[in-house]
């Protein structure tokens, strides 16, 4: 069977895009990227994307007269590279339902929270004002309502005294390039079955261990 051929939507810096290509050059590693989309012309994970040999549109959304317009040029773009598997990797537009709905559970996105907490922008901020002791990712299924979906994989991070935004934020992306190409490998390997609200992962384990934050003294 070959690899799942991908499609990985950005807007710009691309770090979660990269952490994909490093895990395609496995040759082990399920799926492959067969073209990369932004929106935004000075995206630099274009250039990851082209220094890697991979196959790169620009699709800007300001040259659409709507967004079903838009989405329209994309879903060619992504249907003419027979695309399997739709990744939204730091994508800053809103898919409509119907776009969504014509890639169901073939359209997966990675936030920076822990689902469902914290949907939408700003998430760090709001995490830290919150006074989480946790934080983290999640890789899950697309749905109309944004952040939302069947959750594929998580990866939680403690939350320290004295971070910040950026220390926080720097914590979670780490968490990311690893979060993102497990969850594209599950889908690959076929292991991966939505059912309802929850996604089943066939021969799946989870960590045994109780984390607590703070540490008890
Ligand atoms: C990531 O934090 C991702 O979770 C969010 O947008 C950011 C994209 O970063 N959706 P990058 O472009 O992959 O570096």
New binding site residues.
């Given amino acids: 069977m070959g690899r799942l051929r991908l499609g990985v939507l950005?807007s710009?810096?691309?770090?979660?895009?990269q952490a994909l290509i490093d895990a395609g050059r496995d040759a082990g590693f399920p799926a492959e990227i067969a073209l990369v989309i932004s929106n935004q012309p000075g995206a630099i994970?274009l250039d990851r994307a082209t220094q890697a040999g991979i196959a790169t549109r620009v699709i800007p959304h300001r040259d659409h007269a709507d967004r079903d317009a838009f989405e329209r040029a994309l879903d060619q773009a992504l249907r003419s590279a027979s695309v399997e598997l739709v990744c939204l990797?730091?994508f800053m537009r809103l898919l409509s339902a119907g776009f969504v709905a014509a890639w169901h559970d073939r359209l997966i996105?990675?936030?920076?929270s822990l689902l469902p907490a914290f949907p939408g922008l700003d998430t760090h901020a709001r995490a830290l004002a919150a006074g989480v002791r946790f934080s983290g990712?999640t890789v899950h299924f697309v749905r109309a309502e944004m952040d939302r979906g069947p959750i594929l994989v998580q990866a939680a991070v403690p939350v320290t005294a004295n971070d910040t935004e950026a220390t926080l934020a720097a914590r979670?992306?780490e968490a990311?390039h690893a979060a993102y190409p497990l969850a594209v490998r599950l889908i690959g390997e076929g292991r991966v079955r939505v059912a309802g609200e929850r996604v089943m992962i066939a021969g799946a384990s989870a960590p045994a261990a109780v984390l607590l934050n703070p540490l008890a003294d």
């Fill in positions: 950005i710009g810096r691309g770090s979660n895009l994970g990797a730091g996105n990675i936030h920076p990712c979670v992306l990311e």
